[in-house]
């Protein structure tokens, strides 16, 4: 498979929301390290949005599917989640404008303008133990797996890997960033909520494809 039409792309938004809808426990374990013990809550919601969008979007086309699930998510209270991963759809929303599929160089660029937007959103830094330790490896390998001429398949199981090894080195980082940054080093030792969360998503998309192919 060498591009991806609306329905691959709604099959992979299906596969995020049930990968992180499985682990929503695990993530708000992971959140009461630091935080308020929310966040699977929080995406449990966001991933309900998601589900909605799908199910309820009429038009078949990828661009508005994706400005559907970037807005809806974007509602999404209880910290800065919803609104990053809202601004990172979008963006890859205006990236994707006209479109009727995503060959891997559209792919490559869509995740590409979504990072964007996630930088655009926060002035995290990569190393901080925030949700950008695992998506921007994830779109890196993303990226050069698709513009190496590997099927979108092999691009996003690339992006997936990428993603959990990601989020497995937030445990030796010290959060330095958002709520997590007030108990200091003992943020050492456990992943960080929102690179989690980014790492089941990938696993979704990769899995909203392959389980289908
Ligand atoms: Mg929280």
Redesign the pocket.
């Known amino acids: 498979m060498n591009t991806l039409d609306y329905h691959g792309l709604a099959r992979m938004f299906e596969g995020a929301a049930a990968s992180v809808l499985e682990k929503q426990d695990y993530l708000s374990r992971l959140?009461s390290v630091g935080?308020?013990?929310?966040?699977g809550t929080?995406m449990a919601r966001a991933m309900g949005k998601v589900l909605h969008a799908v199910k309820s979007h009429e038009s078949q086309k990828i661009a508005t599917l994706l400005q559907e699930i970037g807005w809806a998510v974007m509602g999404v209270d209880?910290?800065a989640i919803g609104p990053l991963l809202g601004m990172m759809f979008i963006s890859m929303a205006e990236s994707a404008e006209g479109l009727d599929v995503l060959d891997g160089e559209a792919l490559a660029c869509a995740f590409e303008a979504g990072l964007a937007g996630v930088h655009a959103q926060t002035k995290a830094q990569p190393g901080d133990k925030t949700l950008l330790d695992a998506l921007i490896p994830a779109v890196e390998a993303l990226s050069a797996s698709a513009r190496a001429g590997e099927s979108i398949a092999a691009a996003l199981y690339c992006a997936a890997e990428a993603a959990e090894a990601g989020a497995e080195f937030t445990k030796t980082l010290q959060a330095r960033f958002g709520?997590a940054r007030n108990i200091g080093e003992q943020s050492i030792g456990s992943a960080d909520?929102g690179a989690t969360s980014i790492a089941l998503i990938f696993k979704g998309f990769m899995k909203g494809i392959t389980d289908h192919a």
Request: proline share 9%.
């Open positions: 959140d935080g308020d013990g929310d966040h929080t209880g910290g709520r909520p």
